[in-house]
């Protein structure tokens, strides 16, 4: 359930009517309900009651500093995967207690900033890693808190390119050299093991592979306590996945994802950790966009829009269908017919929909992309040098832009023209005198 319903005959994020923000920020415009991002928060954390457990919102699915602080205030730690989100995290408010560093390719200079600034654990994923961060956290005279993160090799079935939790996949120790690693890590000074972790893949839309890696996870868990280890926490990664169309498989809901963590690891009395993204962020936010042309095809007709894969590049990259709705609500009983939905973007792959029914919608009429909240705002590039999508943020009948759209100079200010050129500009305009 989301907070994007038709009222009066008007698309409305809450209480705020979509072409009211359009009318005051432009398009294209991410727009994101405060309340669904909450709601989702407190489904996962419910489903968890009982259990100790931290929901930690997996930053890079929605990254904005605004976001962040709503769930952050709500009790939410934040897993994050690289500097950049640490620091997002913390000028948030999270506490560095609450937040989680994931990721295959930890900088030093990226530890050292999680290890001052205060870290909850550190999820590594090689034996080269852990050894650099047993470096860094002696020459700073503290301790590191470790969990390892397997790679179970499980099938998440789910699209190749968000598997991450098969043997081949970059991701993790491989969990036959678990063991082996977790004496490593005794040994290293600087270290210190907390738990295990495992994140398999994204957009699941079935909890048997989720629990079979759970349950590989919870043997670990007894082999290495056998070998001495205290292992007081799993983190058991994120990866559930959403409906991005109504007609799609019904992926678990947050209360039987609940069940099935009791049933497979609730047992071993560690505190739980789940790291989840898209099943928070995912249906919390569309992107609004104005038609520029309908223009007459061979097959079918284009709707060209003012927005493409630069702001969204989850279909191009994806293959991802996301539903596509009129801002104004066509009459009932309006005919329909099929069109290719394109950007303006100089590449064939910017086609976010060949053959989609929709309303007779004529130039200058709004749509939205449902279901972009997650991968969407935060994917998106300058490409063809159009200036990021802005974000707003609702909560009941307010508003507020929470990015800004930059303008061309800004966005063209980051460049820089070097010295040297300027010198050669100066000597070849003094030759041409
Ligand atoms: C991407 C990622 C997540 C979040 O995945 P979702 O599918 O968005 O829930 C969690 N943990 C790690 C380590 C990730 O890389």
Not at 178 to 184: C, E, G, N, S
Not at 306 to 321: E, F, I, K, S
């Amino acid at each position: 359930m989301d907070h994007f319903l038709y009222r009066n005959g008007q698309l409305h994020a809450e209480d705020v009517a979509v072409a009211e923000i359009v009318a005051a920020v432009g398009t294209p415009v991410y727009i994101y309900s405060a309340a669904t991002l909450l709601r989702h928060y407190r489904l996962l954390d419910e489903a968890l009651a009982g259990l100790p457990h931290l929901v930690c919102f997996a930053v890079k699915a929605l990254s904005n500093v605004a976001v962040l602080r709503l769930l952050g205030d709500a009790g939410a730690g934040m897993d994050v995967v690289s500097g950049g989100e640490y620091a997002r995290a913390r000028a948030a408010g999270v506490a560095g207690e609450k937040v989680v560093f994931s990721g295959v390719a930890k900088t030093a200079e990226e530890m050292r900033l999680a290890l001052t600034g205060g870290i909850r654990q550190f999820n590594v994923e090689s034996e080269p890693e852990l050894e650099a961060l047993s470096a860094v956290a002696v020459a700073l005279g503290r301790e590191a808190p470790v969990a390892l993160r397997v790679n179970p090799d499980v099938d998440a079935h789910t699209h190749a390119k968000i598997s991450t939790g098969r043997r081949g996949d970059k991701f993790g120790i491989p969990i036959a050299r678990a063991p082996a690693v977790a004496a490593r890590a005794a040994a290293l000074p600087g270290i210190r093991m907390v738990g295990v972790d495992v994140h398999i893949g994204s957009q699941l839309t079935s909890l048997a592979p989720f629990e079979a890696a759970y349950t590989r996870v919870a043997a670990l868990v007894g082999e290495l306590r056998a070998q001495g280890h205290a292992i007081d926490r799993v983190d058991l990664g994120g990866g559930l996945g959403i409906p991005y169309a109504r007609a799609n498989a019904v992926p678990p809901l947050p209360s039987d994802y609940g069940a099935m963590v009791r049933r497979s690891v609730g047992h071993l009395g560690c505190e739980i950790q789940i790291e989840p993204g898209r099943l928070i962020a995912g249906n919390a936010g569309i992107l609004a966009a104005r038609i520029v042309y309908v223009k007459a095809g061979e097959d079918r007709d284009f709707l060209i829009l003012d927005t493409g894969m630069n702001d969204l590049v989850r279909p191009a990259m994806y293959d991802a269908h996301h539903d596509i709705v009129p801002v104004h609500q066509p009459p009932a009983g309006e005919p329909t017919k099929p069109f290719d939905v394109v950007g303006p973007v100089c590449e064939t792959g910017d086609t976010f929909a060949r053959g989609r029914e929709l309303p007779l919608m004529v130039a200058g009429d709004l749509v939205a992309f449902r279901s972009t909240g997650a991968y969407g705002a935060v994917m998106g590039s300058e490409y063809n040098s159009r200036p990021l999508a802005p974000e707003v943020l609702v909560h009941g009948d307010q508003f507020a832009v929470i990015r800004a759209r930059p303008g061309y100079d800004e966005m063209i200010a980051r460049d820089r023209i070097p010295d040297w050129m300027h010198e050669d500009r100066t000597a070849a305009g003094g030759a041409d005198c």
